[in-house]
Structures are given as C-alpha cells and as structure tokens.
C-alpha cells in the first residue's frame, strides 16, 4: 500500500496528541491532518473535498468537548457519502461505549495509551479491508 497516497483525518482535544499523532503518521508516511473540535472537522473536510481530495481515514478520539467523538461521527455520516473507514482512539474502555462504536460502524476500537505502532498497524489493517 502506498501510505503517501493516504491522507488520514485525527480527531482529538488534546494538541499535545495531535502533535504526536500527526508526527507518528507522518514518519509512517501518511498524509495526516488535525482537527480538535467539530468545527475544525468540517472546515478540514470543506476543504479537501472543495480540493476533490478525499479522507481515507479518521482517527477518531471520544471525548471531545462539547460534541463527542460519537456526535461527530454521525455529523459526518450526514456530511460525507460513504464515510471513509472511523478508528476509535480514546481512554474511555467501557464495554457499552465499544457496543455503541461498532454500532455506528466503527472499523476498530483502541484505547490509550496505545503506541504509533499498533495505531499504524491498525491503520494499515482496515485501509487493506476497504480495499477487498
């Protein structure tokens, strides 16, 4: 798979994170961007698609305030025809709100602390099931 090619959306309140993720995702050669709040959401994807580029995929933190990382997710299943693939990244592990992610249709659900490696790897796992 050519990461160079992939532009991957992360989604957390946490800059400190989003720094770290997007340098990780980067090094791994993926096209990263950020976003820390719904509104950063929308205008990364008014903008990208306004480019006729697409978001393969969205790293997608939980608790975000204000609008929850689910709350998002169904805003951009409105937005965005067909959603591309949604990995759940956040410190919450219970077991009602992993029932409640692969409901919405959430590819895989990690909890943190994770590291760039099993991140990536799950990355590159579902990116490999979109493509069958």
Not at 41 to 64: F, H, N, P, T, W
Not at 119 to 131: H, R, S, Y
Request: proline share 5%; charged share 25%.
């Amino acid at each position: 798979m050519a990461r160079t090619s992939k532009t991957i959306l992360v989604v957390d309140d946490e800059r400190d994170t989003l720094a770290l993720l997007r340098l990780a995702l980067n090094r791994a050669g993926f096209n990263t961007l950020i976003a820390s709040s719904w509104e950063e959401v929308a205008d990364v994807v008014k903008e990208k698609y306004s480019q006729g580029r697409a978001i393969d995929l969205i790293v997608l933190d939980l608790m975000i305030p204000g609008r929850s990382g689910f709350d998002i997710m169904r805003s951009l299943q409105v937005v965005l025809s067909p959603l591309p693939p949604v990995i759940m990244l956040t410190a919450v592990t219970g077991f009602d709100q992993q029932v409640q992610a692969r409901e919405l249709g959430v590819s895989r659900y990690l909890t943190k602390p994770t590291t760039p490696t099993k991140l990536i790897q799950a990355i590159d796992e579902v990116l490999d099931e979109k493509k069958k």
